[in-house]
């Protein structure tokens, strides 16, 4: 009885209509953190976020910081630390993201560098 409490909580924490957006853009972020090279999305790292949120806003996402959030949700759900100096580069990688929104066309798909 207990499990089934238990998974009918969680299951309430997010809105069963913000599900598929959210499970989308951990999605993508995770096809990005491979094609950048990186092993695997997780740890989140300031260079992992900085080539990732690169990529992103290159591509002129306008949502980029979503894409972040879901990340950072992710890496504290696994049970990652979120220490001073990720919780500072998640800051400015927020900043530079809205800093760089694209008004000179529609967004785009993400085309990594490498």
Known sequence: ????????????????????????RLRL???LSHRCEQRSPFPLT???IDEIMGCLTESHYRSATQYLT????????AGHAMGLQLQYAIHKARRAALRGHHDD??????????
């Not at 409490?5 to 913000?18: M, V």
């Not at 066309?105 to 490498?114: F, N, Q």
């Open 29 to 31: 972020w995770c096809e």
């Open 105 to 114: 066309g529609p967004d785009r798909r993400v085309v990594p560098t490498h």
């Open 1 to 24: 009885m207990r499990a089934w409490a238990k998974e009918k909580f969680q299951s309430l924490k997010f809105a069963e209509s913000s599900r598929a957006g959210k499970s989308s």
């Open 46 to 48: 300031e260079d992992k």
């Open 70 to 77: 879901e990340a950072k949700t992710c890496h504290i759900d």
